[in-house]
C-alpha cells in the first residue's frame, strides 16, 4: 500500500510540476528535441474580447419585411462570414448565429475596425465583367445585366497573365468612356471560382494575387481570355469594382495571377473578397461596437485581486478548522489552480470576464469534496473507528454525494453552454465552460490528489492525534 501510495505521489508531483510550469505568467513554452523530433510550442493566454479589446459586430439578413430565411441559408452564411473572419488573421475571433436571423461577430485585438466592417459585413455578390478598352477605377459602381447604374472612372493598371507567367504592368493614364449609362456583361461569378491565394512576384517581390477556377469557369475564362487580349475584365463585388486587370494572354489552364501595384493589405483584403464573396443571402450591419483595452485591463486587475483574496479566505478556513486535512487540502487546491489554468493555456481556452468569475467560483466549490470527506471521517473517528480506517471510509462512503453533486452542477454547466451557443450569449458560454472545467478537476484533486497525502502522513505515524484531525474528544481506540 506505501509503494502504491509513493508512486501516486511522484505521479501527482509531476504533474503539478508541468502544470505549474505552463501556468506561470510569461511562460516560456516548450522547446526543445526529443528522439529527433522538434517541440515547439508556447502557451500564451488567449484574451477574449472583453480583455484585450476589438470590436463586435451584429449582422441581420437584409431581406424584406415578412420574408422567411431558411436555416440552411443562414448556415452557409454563418461559414462564410466565418471564413472572411479567419482570413483577416483575427486571435480567437467568435462567429456565432444569434435569433432573428442575425449573426454576432466578436474580433478581438482587432486594429482597423473599418476595415473588418466592410469585409465580413459586404454582401457579397462576386462577378467579372467584361470592361472593353477601358479600364475601370476601383470602387467604381457599374451597371451589368443584373441592373443598376454605371459610372465610369479611372483606373492604374493591373494584369491578368497565364500560370506560370508573371507579368507587371506599369500605371496607364487616367481613362474616360464616353458612354455613362453603358451596361456590361457578367463573363463569370463568384460560384465559378475555386481559390485565390496571395503570392509574390520572383523578380519584384510585389504582391500578387493567384487564383484557380472551377472547371465551368475555367471554359467561360478560356473562352473570353482567347478572344479578348490586351482588353479589360474588371472585378466587381455587389457592382462596386475591386480592380480592373488587362488579359495579358489567353488562360486556357484555368488559372492565373492578378498583378499590379498592389500592397500586402490590399493582396490580402481582395484575396479575402474573392475567395469568401459569395453569400447566399445579403447581410447588414445592425451595429458595431468597440470595446477599449483600458476597460480589460481595469478588469482583469480587480478579477486577479478577487481570485487572490478568495483563495486566500479559503485556504486559511481550511487549515484553521480541519489542522492537518486542511493543510493537505490547501496543497491539493493549489496543485488544482496550476491544472486548471495550465488546461486553459492548452486547450486553449479564451478567457472573458465572465470565465474568470467561473474559474474563481470554482476555487470555492473546489473544496466542497475535500469538506464532505473530512466531516465524514471525524465521524468515522467518533464511532471509534481507527484513524487509517476513518479516511478510508470517508472517501469511500463520501464519493455518492461529491459523485451526486458535480453531476448536477455539470448538467447545469451544460444547459448554460446550449443556451449561450443557441442564442448568442458569448458570456454565458465562457462562465459554464470554465466552471465545468473547474468541477471535474476538482475530482482529481479531492479524490486522488488529497487521499494520497492523507494516507501517507497517517502511514508516516508521525501524526497521530485526533486533535490534528479537527476533533477535540474521540471514542478510545481510534487511533
Not at 64 to 69: C, K, L
Not at 121 to 148: N, R, Y
Not at 284 to 294: C, E, F, I, L, R
Not at 394 to 423: E, M, Q
Request: contains cysteine; hydrophobic residues 45%; charged residues 15%.
Amino acid at each position: 500500500m506505501r509503494q502504491r501510495n509513493l508512486r501516486m505521489l511522484v505521479g501527482i508531483i509531476l504533474v503539478a510540476a508541468v502544470a505549474t510550469y505552463i501556468a506561470i505568467p510569461n511562460s516560456p513554452g516548450i522547446h526543445l528535441t526529443i528522439f529527433g523530433v522538434k517541440i515547439d510550442q508556447d502557451y500564451p493566454i488567449r484574451q477574449g474580447l472583453d480583455l484585450q479589446g476589438g470590436i463586435q459586430v451584429l449582422l441581420e439578413a437584409d431581406v424584406p419585411a415578412g420574408t422567411v430565411v431558411d436555416s440552411g441559408s443562414m448556415d452557409a452564411a454563418l461559414g462564410i462570414v466565418e471564413s472572411r473572419v479567419n482570413a483577416l488573421g483575427v486571435s480567437e475571433p467568435l462567429v456565432q448565429q444569434a435569433s432573428g436571423n442575425r449573426i454576432v461577430v466578436q474580433l478581438p485585438g482587432i486594429k482597423d475596425p473599418d476595415l473588418a466592417v466592410r469585409t465580413i459585413g459586404q454582401t457579397g455578390l462576386l462577378e467579372f465583367i467584361d470592361a472593353g478598352a477601358v479600364p475601370l477605377s476601383p470602387g467604381t459602381v457599374v451597371t451589368t445585366t443584373l441592373g443598376g447604374p454605371s459610372t465610369i472612372g479611372n483606373v492604374g493598371a493591373t494584369a491578368i497573365t497565364a500560370s506560370g507567367t508573371v507579368t507587371a504592368t506599369t500605371p496607364t493614364s487616367p481613362a474616360t468612356n464616353t458612354a455613362p449609362n453603358q451596361v456590361f456583361t457578367t463573363v463569370m461569378s463568384g460560384s465559378d471560382l475555386k481559390t485565390a491565394t496571395v503570392g509574390f512576384d520572383q523578380t519584384t517581390t510585389q504582391p500578387d494575387i493567384n487564383f484557380v477556377l472551377t472547371s465551368s469557369g475555367t471554359k467561360k475564362f478560356s473562352d473570353y481570355t482567347t478572344n479578348n487580349v490586351n482588353k479589360f475584365l474588371a472585378i466587381t463585388m455587389d457592382k462596386k469594382v475591386l480592380s480592373s486587370p488587362r488579359v495579358i494572354q489567353p488562360i486556357t489552364s484555368g488559372s492565373g495571377q492578378i498583378t499590379g501595384q498592389f500592397t500586402l493589405t490590399e493582396a490580402k483584403n481582395l484575396v479575402i473578397e474573392l475567395q469568401y464573396g459569395s453569400l447566399p443571402i445579403p447581410l447588414k450591419v445592425v451595429n458595431s461596437s468597440q470595446v477599449g483595452p483600458t476597460l480589460g485591463a481595469e478588469a482583469v486587475r480587480q478579477s486577479i485581486l478577487a481570485g487572490i483574496i478568495g483563495l486566500g479566505i479559503v485556504l486559511t478556513f481550511m487549515i484553521l478548522y480541519y489542522r492537518v486535512p486542511g493543510v493537505l487540502a490547501d496543497l491539493a487546491l493549489l496543485i488544482y489552480a496550476a491544472v486548471t489554468f495550465s488546461l486553459f493555456r492548452l486547450i486553449p481556452v479564451t478567457l472573458t470576464l465572465a470565465g474568470i468569475a467561473g474559474f474563481i467560483l470554482s476555487i470555492g466549490m473546489a473544496v466542497d469534496a475535500n469538506i464532505l470527506i473530512f466531516e465524514r471521517m471525524k465521524e468515522e473517528m467518533r464511532s471509534g473507528r481507527t484513524l487509517h480506517g476513518a479516511i478510508d471510509a470517508g472517501f469511500d462512503r463520501a464519493w455518492t454525494s461529491i459523485r451526486d453533486s458535480n453531476f448536477s452542477t455539470l448538467i447545469t454547466c451544460l444547459i448554460l453552454y446550449w443556451f449561450g451557443s443557441t442564442f448568442g450569449a458569448s458570456i454565458i458560454q465562457g462562465f459554464a465552460f470554465t466552471l465545468a472545467l473547474g468541477v471535474i478537476v476538482s475530482l482529481f484533486t479531492a479524490i486522488l490528489v488529497s487521499r494520497t497525502f492523507l494516507r501517507l502522513v497517517v502511514e508516516s505515524g508521525r501524526v497521530r492525534d485526533p486533535r490534528l484531525y479537527g476533533l477535540d474528544e474521540v471514542k478510545e481506540g481510534a487511533k
